[in-house]
């Protein structure tokens, strides 16, 4: 476990503190908006606030039947701030963070990771504003697994964006936003046969990220063990494989699709500031 600082949003510098390990069972579900805050008018009796509810409830009850635990920035209409959406994902150290929104504009789903440049190595203290920048690379990984169960299990043609939607950019997991737009036909975001598509294919992708992640951790931890133990005739250890560490899983990143500019009225209509952070490590 290592120590790290969170550079608030004021500039201050938290005391520091240890980094809790990542909880590899969990996932971060933030259903946008809601209370006060109602999003997109979707059409004249349909708010974005209780469409991205009632997906993210469904994605819920699927995922949890899969085995994995859920974490909801609300369960109902609830007013929830992107610092406080923040705040909550980052002290559970989920596995993904996923983000719900939707829209009346554009066409298909649209996918999207956070637009800033990503940060390697250990640092002493994240800023609030751009901690996802040190988890941007798993992000793209996570990205891309969604990104393949929409397109061969919801057989959608989903669009992959870059954007600093709040609270991406202060996320440290890997973290996706997925916006849904309408698709051919006349079907809304809201039509219920088009969202369990996309659930089912959201459950796939996330049980098989869950899945990656624990056979990296897996094989991290052996090439550590097996840094620590002597080889059959070596001498006093020095044929011993190099020690990997016990870091971090790290997906692999599957090529994205090519990038487009914002959808009409898509997720980038939402860009507004960010949010804290922490260093992601294996558990155990």
């Given at each position: 476990?290592?120590a790290?600082?969170?550079?608030?949003?004021?500039?201050?510098?938290?005391?520091?503190?240890?980094?809790?390990?990542?909880?590899?069972?969990?996932?971060?579900?933030?259903?946008?908006?809601?209370?006060?805050?109602?999003?997109?008018?979707?059409?004249?009796?349909?708010?974005?606030?209780?469409?991205n509810?009632?997906l993210?409830?469904k994605l819920?009850?699927?995922?949890?039947a899969k085995?994995?635990?859920?974490?909801?920035?609300?369960d109902?209409?609830?007013?929830?701030?992107?610092?406080?959406?923040?705040?909550?994902?980052?002290?559970?150290?989920?596995?993904?963070?996923?983000?719900?929104?939707?829209?009346?504009?554009?066409?298909?789903?649209?996918?999207?990771?956070?637009?800033?440049?990503?940060?390697?190595?250990?640092?002493?203290?994240?800023?609030?504003?751009?901690?996802?920048?040190?988890?941007?690379?798993?992000?793209?990984g996570?990205?891309?697994?969604?990104?393949?169960?929409?397109t061969n299990?919801?057989?959608?043609?989903p669009?992959?964006?870059?954007?600093?939607?709040?609270?991406?950019?202060?996320l440290?997991?890997?973290?996706?936003?997925?916006?849904?737009a309408?698709?051919?036909?006349?079907?809304?975001a809201?039509?219920a046969?088009?969202q369990q598509r996309?659930?089912?294919?959201l459950?796939?992708?996330?049980?098989?990220?869950?899945?990656q992640?624990?056979?990296a951790?897996?094989?991290?931890?052996?090439?550590?063990l097996?840094?620590?133990?002597?080889?059959a005739?070596?001498?006093?250890?020095?044929?011993?494989?190099?020690?990997?560490g016990?870091?971090?899983?790290?997906?692999?990143?599957?090529?994205?699709?090519?990038?487009?500019?914002?959808?009409?009225?898509?997720a980038?209509?939402?860009?507004?500031?960010?949010?804290p952070a922490?260093?992601?490590?294996?558990?155990?």
């Amino acid at each position: 476990m290592a120590a790290f600082g969170l550079m608030l949003p004021g500039g201050g510098l938290a005391a520091q503190q240890t980094t809790p390990s990542v909880n590899y069972n969990l996932v971060f579900l933030d259903a946008g908006h809601g209370g006060s805050d109602p999003g997109a008018h979707l059409s004249d009796k349909e708010v974005e606030k209780d469409v991205n509810l009632t997906l993210a409830s469904k994605l819920k009850g699927m995922l949890s039947a899969k085995g994995l635990s859920v974490l909801s920035s609300r369960d109902g209409d609830q007013t929830v701030t992107s610092e406080q959406r923040a705040d909550m994902a980052n002290h559970a150290r989920p596995l993904a963070c996923l983000l719900v929104h939707t829209t009346s504009s554009g066409a298909g789903p649209y996918v999207t990771v956070s637009g800033l440049a990503p940060e390697t190595g250990a640092l002493p203290a994240l800023p609030w504003e751009t901690a996802q920048a040190s988890y941007v690379t798993e992000s793209l990984g996570l990205e891309s697994v969604i990104v393949d169960a929409l397109t061969n299990v919801a057989k959608l043609k989903p669009v992959v964006l870059r954007a600093s939607v709040p609270p991406i950019d202060s996320l440290t997991c890997p973290a996706v936003l997925l916006e849904l737009a309408p698709i051919s036909g006349g079907t809304a975001a809201s039509d219920a046969d088009y969202q369990q598509r996309v659930a089912d294919a959201l459950t796939q992708a996330l049980v098989a990220w869950h899945t990656q992640a624990l056979d990296a951790v897996a094989k991290a931890k052996a090439a550590a063990l097996a840094a620590k133990t002597p080889q059959a005739g070596s001498d006093g250890g020095k044929g011993a494989i190099p020690n990997s560490g016990t870091g971090a899983p790290k997906p692999r990143v599957v090529k994205p699709a090519p990038r487009v500019a914002a959808p009409p009225g898509g997720a980038a209509r939402m860009a507004l500031p960010a949010e804290p952070a922490g260093l992601l490590e294996a558990g155990g």
